[in-house]
């Protein structure tokens, strides 16, 4: 079974881990997931850029060649190189040794360009060498030049909006795939049906507020989606839930967007009507949830700032 491997940013660790596990499994539901610090190591036969392009948190990926104890290449290991015109050598150095990194980067390069007919090339090569030093074992990989991803463009912003990655994140949480429907019942300007769409699954968004109705409209237009998008309140999620496979969602905070209520009585009430057997997750300020036991399969707070810090529940 092929392996993969991903190097993540360190800023939402949990999170970005449990992503790659997510979108994983979404697509093969026997992927296997290796944990080593920031690398994460998965086999599956989904090919690693496929769960790479819909990951948020991804610095590097590529696929595993080989596991070394050592540093001992040979000729076979660079069949990759064959159709090759330019590669690149980049090491990456999770474990407590210290290397000079440049220097072995240009070594290997060195070396490799005995056993292949490609040329060094720092920048845009057709294929970058991966050697990944970790304290228990070594990893030698490689990527292949991959296509820039088209990020939707938005062109209404609000003060309340969620950054795309958190909204990416938890899409990806709840396993969703292409052709399946997410819905957002608090759509705000539309990040989530944005995101939704450029991963190709459709998106439903409702919205009390007319002016946050208008903006998201304005924002799927100008990237030609086609979700829906209701003036309404969440409440109306239970006439339309046959209609859509999970929810992603950000609550009010009572801050920046209007709000019906109170956060916690929406946040309350919001529990109260949830669909059963449908894939959750759901975004609000950590002290909303005080005196309410909300349960779900895994909770990660994200700190903000000293005023704000969220949280997000998995259902
Ligand atoms: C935190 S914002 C959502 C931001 C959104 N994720 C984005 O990226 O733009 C919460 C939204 O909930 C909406 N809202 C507040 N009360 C509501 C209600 N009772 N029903 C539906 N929407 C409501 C507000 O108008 C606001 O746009």
């Known amino acids: 079974m ?3 491997f991903f190097i993540l ?20 539901r026997f992927a296997k997931a290796k944990i080593i610090s920031n690398l994460i190591i998965i086999q599956s036969k989904t090919n690693w850029n496929e769960i790479a392009k819909r990951a948020s948190f991804v610095k590097v990926s590529g696929q595993i060649l080989r596991k070394m104890s050592g540093l001992f290449l040979d000729e076979e290991n660079f069949g990759v190189l064959k159709n090759a015109k330019t590669f690149v050598c980049r090491i990456i150095n999770l474990s407590v040794n210290q290397f000079n990194i440049l220097e072995l980067e240009r070594s290997m390069g060195d070396m490799i360009s005995k056993f292949s007919h490609a040329k060094v090339k720092l920048e845009d090569p057709d294929i ?23 990020r939707p463009t938005k062109i209404k912003k609000y003060p309340h ?45 409702l919205d009390f507020d007319e002016k946050m109705c208008e903006i998201t409209k304005e924002n799927l237009k100008v990237n030609g989606y086609k979700s829906k998008v209701f003036k309404s309140d969440f409440q109306e999620l239970l006439k339309i839930s046959g209609k859509f496979d999970g ?29 059963k057997r449908k894939r959750i997750a759901i975004m ?27 949280s997000i529940l998995i259902k």
């Open 161 to 205: 909006e969620l950054d795309w990655k958190l909204t990416r994140v938890m899409i990806n949480l709840i396993g969703l795939k292409e052709g399946e429907t997410v819905c957002d019942p608090f759509c705000g300007t539309g990040t989530t049906l944005l995101e939704a769409e450029s991963m190709g699954i459709h998106a439903i968004g």
């Open 247 to 275: 929810i992603v969602t950000d609550l009010p905070y009572g801050r920046a967007s209007r709000t019906s209520e109170k956060p916690e009585e929406i946040l309350k009430k919001f529990f109260a009507i949830l669909p």
């Open 2 to 4: 092929p392996e993969s």
């Open 284 to 310: 609000y300020k950590k002290e909303s949830d005080r005196n309410l036991k909300l349960n779900g399969q895994k909770k990660y707070e994200i700190y903000r700032h000293k005023s704000l810090t969220r």
């Open 128 to 150: 970058t060498i991966y050697l990944i030093f970790t304290d228990k074992e070594n990893f030698f990989g490689f990527s292949k030049r991959a296509k820039e991803q088209n």
């Open 9 to 28: 940013s360190k800023d939402y660790l949990e999170l970005a881990t449990d992503e790659i596990i997510a979108i994983s499994k979404t697509y093969d």
